[in-house]
């Protein structure tokens, strides 16, 4: 056999047993399949954390994530059963090792932040911001961003079943942290969605809709399914894709009878009229896709739509290397039928700079990938640029790496440059985290913030 950097093994998907932690002991499958026990016990706060993990897991971890909630957090804490369960799913929680191999969990990192994981010097960068792609000033209507020509943005609720920690809507998204009170949406969610259905049936360049938040399964599914339904007869409209990160994180929703009927019904009418639905769902870490997970996006394929594709998010001490991202991305495609394809660069929000990756980082990762997967899997690695919109890593224009700073053009306008005659010869920036900088580089930043520079050695 030839020696590869990668060795593709068929992994069988597993559900952990969630018998070994404290907490849910004597929880039955019964209870475990039910989206409604699911939503019920979600992990909300450390005490219930402490009473889900017991005393296995270490004072030092609970007062690690007491001082990032009180000081870093730019989201609150939501994390479903499902999701804990793989959090190391190998150990029972009274192991010896259970509180190291929490702290080093894939899942744990991004989902569970603590306050000794993110960055000391550069915890932000002094260009990161709230919103930091802009959306809500590309707001068409509130809560529809119209960025570019022929595909909108839907943000119907601004509520998920669970909360990442690293939200690119952290902004909107979620309950208030200590250091983040949220936006909130002024219109009520019937003038909202119906502005926005009202804004497409006028707006015919528009034939691609992504349905998102929040997540589409807080929606009630009678509200969903009427808002997607009004979706399929704008004439326009060809492409529907429903955001969903619970899709993995409460599969338990996505298999209820009520979701399955009426995804069948929708999938009936959008066959009818030649419109495609998608599911687009958000997983990171191969250990998230379990047989749950597989038989919610099979039963989601089984109703008649498109396809179930996934927009991951590059992340440091969650999927930074081929190796973690091509297992994911199998586990994906061989058995839950999941199209691997984005992975996101994590974008420039407060508090990220631990998570985020150098754009000279995602692409040796997006070149490592290359030649494993078929071609019609193999995941795009994209820098979501302010102002610009979604661009594959290699398109950059120019890269200063000393500075971390990275250039990008565009070839349309979006909506806050219809006046703009130079939106299409401006060169639009990205920045690297400054930790990873040569001190050079590091010095410019500190030099530019008013921070005293490191002495030259
Ligand atoms: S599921 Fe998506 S919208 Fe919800 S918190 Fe996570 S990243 Fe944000």
């Not at 017991?54 to 000081?71: N, V």
Request: hydrophobic share 40%; aromatic share 10%; net charge negative.
């Amino acid at each position: 056999m030839i020696d590869q950097p990668y060795i593709y093994r068929h992994r069988e998907l597993v559900e952990p047993d969630w018998r070994r932690l404290p907490g849910w002991a004597a929880v039955t499958p019964q209870e475990w399949a039910s989206a409604q026990w699911q939503r019920a016990h979600c992990v909300k706060n450390i005490r219930q954390l402490r009473q889900v993990l017991g005393a296995g897991l270490s004072e030092r971890f609970y007062a690690d994530l007491e001082r990032d909630q009180a000081e870093q957090a730019t989201m609150s804490m939501l994390v479903p059963p499902q999701m804990i369960n793989t959090m190391a799913p190998l150990l029972a929680a009274d192991a010896p090792d259970f509180t190291d191999a929490f702290y080093a969990d894939p899942v744990r990192r991004y989902m569970i932040p603590v306050f000794s994981d993110r960055r000391a010097e550069w915890p932000s960068h002094p260009e990161a911001s709230r919103d930091s792609l802009h959306e809500a000033e590309m707001w068409a209507v509130e809560g529809l961003t119209h960025r570019y020509p022929t595909k909108v943005l839907a943000e119907v609720l601004p509520t998920c079943p669970q909360y990442c920690g690293h939200c690119t809507r952290m902004d909107l998204v979620g309950n208030p942290t200590p250091l983040i009170d949220k936006h909130k949406f002024g219109l009520p969610r019937e003038d909202r969605l119906g502005a926005m259905i009202t804004y497409l049936r006028q707006t015919p360049g528009v034939r691609d809709v992504v349905v998102s938040g929040g997540d589409v399964a807080n929606l009630p599914w009678p509200r969903l399914e009427a808002f997607v339904s009004d979706l399929i007869d704008v004439a326009s409209v060809r492409d529907i894709r429903l955001a969903t990160k619970a899709l993995m994180g409460l599969p338990q929703y996505w298999l209820t009878d009520e979701v399955r009927a009426g995804m069948e019904r929708l999938a009936a009418k959008a066959a009818g009229r030649d419109v495609s639905i998608a599911i687009h769902t958000h997983v990171n870490s191969a250990q998230s896709v379990t047989p749950l997970v597989a038989s919610a996006a099979r039963a989601m394929l089984d109703t008649g739509i498109r396809d179930v594709r996934n927009q991951g998010v590059l992340l440091r001490g969650t999927n930074d290397s081929s190796e973690a991202l091509l297992d994911l991305c199998f586990a994906l495609l061989d058995d839950a039928k999941i199209m691997p394809y984005y992975f996101y660069m994590c974008d420039m929000i407060p508090n990220s700079e631990h998570w985020r990756l150098s754009l000279g980082e995602a692409q040796r990762l997006q070149h490592d990938i290359m030649g494993y997967l078929p071609g019609f899997a193999t995941p795009r690695f994209i820098c979501d640029v302010p102002y610009v919109g979604k661009r594959w890593v290699h398109q950059v224009s120019r890269y200063d790496r000393e500075l971390g700073i990275s250039y990008w053009t565009k070839n349309y306008r979006t909506g806050v440059e219809t006046g703009d005659e130079l939106a299409l010869e401006r060169q639009y920036e990205y920045y690297d985290p400054i930790y990873l900088l040569p001190e050079q580089g590091q010095d410019w930043w500190r030099a530019r913030t008013g921070q005293p520079v490191a002495a030259a050695s």
